[in-house]
């Protein structure tokens, strides 16, 4: 997932809210990429799925077919 972390400053164009839930790799994404000016935490272990705009299920679809492309194609992290 290195990969991923160091490629996200390219992939993210113009200003943008970060909506995630506590996965570890997205802890400090705010300080770290000038273009995300807030990010969103939802907790699912505390039965949180969605906050106010916060939510990220679509994004959790997303990222399960991502994680299954990365094992199978490790040559494109």
Not at 9 to 33: C, F, H, L, P, S
């Amino acid at each position: 997932m290195r990969g991923i972390k160091k490629k996200r400053k390219e992939w993210i164009r113009g200003e943008v809210v970060w909506n995630t839930d506590e996965y570890g790799i997205d802890r400090g994404i705010a300080k770290e990429i000038e273009k995300v000016k807030e990010h969103r935490v939802v907790s699912h272990r505390q039965g949180e799925w969605a906050r106010g705009e916060a939510h990220v299920n679509g994004c959790e679809n997303r990222n399960g077919f991502l994680r299954t492309f990365l094992r199978k194609h490790p040559f494109a992290q």
